[in-house]
């Protein structure tokens, strides 16, 4: 993490002055419904390549582009497959991102090399303000170190990346609280590469069918933030089948839990959604890890919500970040 601490801005007053930061090759972390975003012009390999130094993330793994209108995809990929468009179409602004063919004006950079392209137009006013006032497509991924919890407030920016991002719009804590569903929609049927906050359910429904959900990779990803291993605290995380008593072994322990708190002792406890509420168990995920992982605890145990709905972007999330665990230490 670099020392010393970004310029933190208004997200309602800071607009111009951040978007000079992105038209002069620097880095800005942004809000949007999903996660913060650590911005680059996307455009500028130069500054791509910053991303990748900031968040000190393998080039293997590539970013997506952030437009400020669903109008600009036209513009700048030229003949938009049908099926893409009408995606486009029906859930843009929103937390779908699309793979098309990558433009030339995009360098491969960007793209990890790979002759595709992940784009889309976030929800979230203060982020299409500022890319709009750029005047750049913004090549976005989380504003986090490589591989670590994502964030979904600026002080969890501001705390893993310091001065390594030049400016920080401060939205406050993001709606949705994990990353874009991320959908391959050039073929005869949609892929999703990625589950996210756009729930597979109302994919289906747009399509009138059933979509193929493809599961995370260990070699070259072909979508970001599709690693089998993920998304993890510093803390060890272990997913466990539910609320469990405490071993009594001495060990400081976090528990997440989704909806009630386990009659055991723990070191620290965060509740997902006392309602049960999907939704909000996914906007207060990656909230929750942040405060566990700052608990000062040894080991974290996280029970897996119900796998319907958004659940099964959050039990995504939580796999990924398991399959860091080492029970050896």
Same mark, same amino acid.
């Given at each position: 993490m670099s020392t010393g601490s970004p310029r933190v801005l208004p997200a309602d007053s800071g607009i111009a002055e951040a978007a000079a930061v992105l038209r002069t090759g620097g880095l800005v972390a942004f809000p949007t419904e999903t996660v913060y975003g650590l911005g680059a012009n996307a455009l500028d390999a130069r500054a791509a390549a910053r991303i990748f130094e900031a968040k000190a993330r393998p080039s293997f793994d590539p970013l997506i582009t952030h437009l400020a209108d669903p109008a600009e995809l036209a513009k700048l990929v030229g003949d938009v497959p049908p099926a893409v468009a009408a995606l486009a179409d029906r859930f843009w602004p929103g937390a779908l991102t699309l793979i098309v063919d990558r433009p030339a004006a995009i360098p491969p950079i960007v793209t990890s090399g790979l002759a595709t392209m992940a784009v889309r137009v976030p929800d979230n006013e203060a982020a299409r303000a500022l890319i709009a006032a750029a005047g750049v497509p913004v090549a976005a991924p989380s504003a986090n170190r490589f591989g670590q919890l994502s964030p979904t407030r600026a002080e969890h920016v501001v705390r893993g990346l310091g001065a390594a991002v030049d400016v920080v719009l401060d939205g406050g804590p993001t709606r949705c609280g994990i990353e874009s569903t991320i959908v391959d929609a050039r073929g005869a049927r949609p892929v999703v590469l990625r /589950? &996210? #906050?756009l729930p597979v359910e109302e994919l289906e429904d747009a399509v009138g069918g059933p979509v193929t959900v493809r599961p995370g990779s260990s070699g070259q990803p072909v979508a970001p933030g599709t690693l089998a291993a993920h998304y993890a605290p510093r803390t060890p995380l272990r997913l *466990? +089948?539910? +609320?469990?008593?405490?071993? &009594?072994d001495g060990v400081r322990r976090g528990f /997440? =839990?989704?909806r009630e708190r386990p009659a055991a002792e723990y070191a620290a406890v965060e509740v997902l959604s006392a309602a049960g509420d999907l939704t909000e168990a996914a906007a207060r995920l990656f909230d929750g890890l942040h405060?566990? @992982? =700052? #608990? &000062? *605890? @040894?080991?974290?145990l996280v029970e897996p919500v119900p796998e319907v709905g958004v659940g099964r972007a959050v039990n995504d999330r939580l796999r990924r970040a398991a399959a860091t665990f080492d029970p050896a230490g």
């Open positions: /589950l &996210g #906050a *466990v +089948a539910g +609320a469990q008593p405490s071993p &009594g /997440l =839990a989704f405060r566990l @992982d =700052a #608990a &000062g *605890v @040894d080991e974290i």
